[in-house]
């Protein structure tokens, strides 16, 4: 089997939110037209962050089925900001947000949001789940205690600051964890990945980032686990095995001076783990 997989589009990074719907549409369009690979295979994966702006994150989806005839998702912690006032009044909280994204989307045939379900999907058992870091790597690997790190990413991290309703980070992290037990499926995709994915860099050094964004999965998989894991939340590209599980990363990332042009989808191909068969 055969399928694309991208994340962390960020979208109005790309796109900026245009007064006139037809012109941002347009604007959507040609953006999805320059992401898309040369031969899209009919299914593709989304591992979340789509951007700030749910009639944004729509036309993305609806120009991606335009090609794709099934598209799996997870949403990420940036779909659940709201930036203004105007959006608080719109949804009342992060959750409104992010439901009536998934209620729209999910309308069009073929399109799964995956939150701890599992589908048959030509043969493979998909499953999947947003999933929440729980500062693991930072109680672990960097000397934080548990107090210092909650505070630090309490006083200087953005999602704390636009999420809004949502449960304590550890107890959303557990909620999402317990989502996922026991779950039997060949590909899994989450927006926030485990600590065992094959980073690039030594984000440790950077004031623990790496504690807030990752999450210990030990206990979830307890029936065996996947065979490919895609994930998303860290801007990077990886394509990487680690004891039997590949990991696949392709995000697009925030536009930048440095960084303007986005990263095409990607393409693989289940044949190639064959050998850990
Ligand atoms: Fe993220």
Known sequence: MLFDYIGDIHLDFWVKLEHSPAKMRKKIYD???????EHPSDTLF????FGHYNQQSYWF?????????????VCGNHDYYLGSKTMKKKYHSSNGRANAFIDEVTQMEGVHRLDGNVHEHKGMRIGGADMWY?????????GFTQRAIQELWWNEFNDRKFHEGLLPTLEHSDVEKEKVRDMVCDIFISHVPPLQIPLKGNYATERGELGFYLFDPADIFTKG???VWIAGHFHQHINEEVEGIR???NSIGYKTKEHTIPSRIQTFDMDELEHTQ
């Open 31 to 37: 953006f999805v037209q320059s992401i898309l690979p």
């Open 46 to 49: 989304v591992a979340g962050d």
């Open 61 to 73: 989806i609806f120009y991606l089925k335009e090609v794709y005839e099934t598209i799996f998702f």
């Open 134 to 142: 729980d500062f693991s790597h930072a109680l672990r690997y960097e």
């Open 225 to 227: 686990h996947p065979r």
């Open 247 to 249: 990991y696949l990363v």
